[in-house]
């Protein structure tokens, strides 16, 4: 019987030997392939509270930036929804020119 025909097998109708065999190939196959690891790992946050938060700010001070546009590109917002992926938020303020204060 080869790998796949006992992988689909039900685990009550195996012996012990099928059993072993299956979880040691099954170990191989994991320890050859490569690993992938997800990068894109996104936060995001809800409204001007959220963007009050990613900057440690007031919501006044939320609005201004928002208002400013430094962070658009990671604005989505529909209608009176907004939607703010937090990391790219912070990448954009850090790029900002001339380092003045919003």
């Known amino acids: 019987m080869n790998f796949l025909?006992?992988?689909?097998k039900p685990i009550w109708?195996?012996?012990?030997e099928d059993f072993l065999?299956?979880?040691k190939e099954e170990n191989n196959l994991k320890s050859t392939s490569p690993m992938v690891i997800d990068t894109t790992d996104k936060k995001y946050v809800y409204g001007i509270r959220g963007i009050a938060q990613i900057f440690n700010a007031s919501i006044p001070t939320a609005n201004r930036i928002k208002k400013s546009g430094i962070i658009d590109k990671a604005?989505?917002?529909w209608g009176r929804k907004?939607?703010?992926?937090a990391n790219l938020?912070?990448?954009l303020a850090g790029k900002r020119?001339?380092?003045?204060?919003c």
């Open 13 to 16: 109708q195996m012996t012990g």
């Open 82 to 85: 907004i939607v703010v992926d």
């Open 5 to 8: 025909e006992l992988k689909a």
């Open 75 to 77: 604005i989505t917002q």
């Open 97 to 101: 020119e001339g380092g003045k204060k």
């Open 21 to 23: 065999f299956l979880l």
């Open 89 to 91: 938020a912070i990448a």
